[in-house]
Structure formats: structure tokens, C-alpha cells
């Protein structure tokens, strides 16, 4: 399964402070037209709830994509997330294969996989569990493998006598490299960010959100048609980050010669087949050509 960091804590409701944060976040709209983000909110609440009979223990994982695979800089650029296989298929396989071989210890073991795809505050949650902090960005970021991690969750109905988490300190310190580094000034506060501004809701979001909503088109000229690495690139905890060699995060060879032509070019069932098993197709191709037009 080869994660690259895992943490189990067994599992309570979100403190009331963090749930205020959050509720904070929506009210003043930056959340922008995410509407999903509204629902569920006793489950984002108390994550116990996540299972029928409840959950009792959260074992998180990260699985750094931190890979020495580059986009050529003279080609549209996607975020380094996206370069390979889609990270909600993959994340899952690896946690439903972690449960299976739990459940040969516990056959009425029971659980459920999640990355990105649930409401559940994950980098929240894998800061109390000692994986990292959140940094001014509002990123995850661990000392060792940076915050170019992908953030993978599996609940269990048991539970597990585990030793109380260590906290991991927040090592931003007075550095403030990316707010300055964001094109948009996105970063409104520390690990706040208003996603109104930001390229990586405008690029991939935006246009299945708002298409039933006034659309602001008005987002400037991306530097990504998918997703924005900017901040993430400035932090200088990436830079010392490890990097790691995992094949199913080796770039689709088709990232390393599309031009912007052809995106632009592209037709329906391509993309369909070209990103059927990456998370690129979220942005739908008609967002990517809206994106590339703007470069
Ligand atoms: S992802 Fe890009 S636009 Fe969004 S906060 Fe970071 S640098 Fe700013
Ligand atoms: S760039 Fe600096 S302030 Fe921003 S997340 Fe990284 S360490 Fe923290």
C-alpha cells in the first residue's frame, strides 16, 4: 500500500472552536458558489456519524506526490495534484485494501474510505492526528514530505487502543512567502482563503458551480488551466520536502506535449478517454477551453 505517513486516533466531534471557524468561512462567502459545502454539516460536525452503527477511529494517511515529473513550462500548465492517476480512485483502492487485510484480524470490522469526497475536515483532522499543520496557505504540510500530499482517511466501527496523538508544532514562524507569492491575493487571513479568488476554485469549480449562478468570469489570467500551484511552490518546506518515486503518480505522458492548441482542439470523447482516470476531468472540457482561452 506504501503510504508515506499514517496516524490512527480514535475519533470525537469537531471542537466547537473548529466548527465556528468553518461556519465563520461560509458566512463571509468565501466558500464562493461550493454549495455542497453547506450540506451535511452534522456529519462535518461529528464525523462518528459517517458510519451506521458510528465510527470510532479515523486512520489517516498521506501519500505524497511530490515526483520529479514536470510539465514543460511553454505548455498549459495543470497542477501537480493532476499529473497522474486520478487520487480519489487511487487513495480509496489503497484504503479499502488496508481494511481488508484489518478485516482478516476483525471480521466484523467495519469502515469507510474517503479522500476529498466527503464532508469531513481532513487537514483538520490529520493535524490533530500529528501529521503536520496548517499552514498560513491552508495547506497540510508535513516536516518531512511537505504539503504536496494527497490526504486519505479510512473510518473504522471499532476501537483501537492508540497512544494520544502528538501534536506537531506550526513551523510557519514569521514567514509569509505565500501570501505574497498569490497572484490574486486569495489568502485573506492566516489558512484563510477566500475561493472567490482563488485560481484553483476558478479553474476546476467555478464552472460547474456557478452555472446555475452569476459567474465571475473576472479571475485574470490564470497561470494554471487546472488547479494553482503558486502558493504551495513558494513554501519553503516543499523545497526541502522528500521526493518520492510512485508510478502511479508518473505524469500522463499526453501532459508533457498538449499545447494550447490542443486543448482548444480537443474534442468531447477524447478528453472523456485521454482523462477517464484523472482528476482533471472534474474541470469538464468546456472549463479547461475556457481556461486556456484566458492564458
Ligand atoms: S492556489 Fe493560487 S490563487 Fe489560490 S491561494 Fe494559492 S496561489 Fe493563490
Ligand atoms: S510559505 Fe511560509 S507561511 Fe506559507 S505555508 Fe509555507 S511556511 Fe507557512
Request: net charge positive.
Amino acid at each position: 500500500m506504501n503510504f508515506d505517513a499514517c496516524e490512527v486516533i480514535a475519533l470525537n466531534g469537531l471542537p466547537s472552536e473548529q466548527q465556528q471557524r468553518f461556519s465563520d468561512w461560509l458566512q463571509k462567502g468565501y466558500s464562493a458558489q461550493m454549495s455542497y459545502l453547506r450540506r451535511f454539516a452534522d456529519k462535518r460536525a461529528d464525523p462518528r456519524l459517517m458510519l451506521r452503527d458510528g465510527a470510532k477511529t479515523a486512520v489517516i494517511v498521506l501519500f505524497s506526490y511530490n515526483t520529479k515529473w514536470q510539465q514543460p513550462q511553454r505548455l498549459p500548465q495543470v497542477s501537480r495534484y493532476a499529473y497522474g492517476m486520478d487520487y480519489h480512485e487511487l487513495l480509496k483502492k489503497k484504503l479499502w485494501a488496508l481494511l481488508k487485510i484489518l478485516q482478516q484480524e476483525n471480521p466484523k470490522l467495519r469502515g469507510r474510505t474517503f479522500t476529498d469526497s466527503a464532508p469531513l475536515q481532513e487537514r483538520y483532522w490529520a493535524a490533530t492526528a500529528g501529521l503536520g499543520w496548517i499552514g498560513k496557505n491552508g495547506m497540510l504540510i508535513n516536516k518531512q514530505l511537505g504539503s504536496y500530499v494527497y490526504i486519505g482517511t479510512l473510518l473504522l466501527n471499532a476501537e483501537v487502543e492508540v497512544a494520544p496523538p502528538v501534536q506537531v508544532k506550526n513551523c510557519c514562524g514569521t514567514c509569509t512567502r505565500c501570501i505574497e507569492a498569490c497572484p490574486t491575493q486569495a489568502i485573506v487571513d492566516n489558512a484563510l482563503v477566500d475561493a472567490r479568488k482563488c485560481w484553483s476554485y476558478k479553474t476546476i469549480e467555478a464552472h460547474t458551480c456557478e452555472k446555475n449562478a452569476a459567474s465571475d468570469e473576472n479571475f485574470g489570467q490564470p497561470k494554471y488551466i487546472f488547479g494553482c500551484d503558486i502558493c504551495q511552490n513558494a513554501c519553503p518546506w516543499n523545497k526541502k520536502a522528500a521526493v518520492v518515486q510512485h508510478d502511479e503518480m508518473q505524469i500522463l505522458p499526453l501532459l508533457q506535449t498538449l499545447t494550447h492548441e490542443d486543448w482548444l482542439a480537443m474534442s468531447a470523447e477524447d478528453f472523456e478517454k485521454n482523462f477517464e482516470h484523472s482528476a482533471i476531468k472534474r474541470a469538464t472540457l468546456e472549463g479547461i477551453k475556457r481556461n486556456v482561452s484566458k492564458q
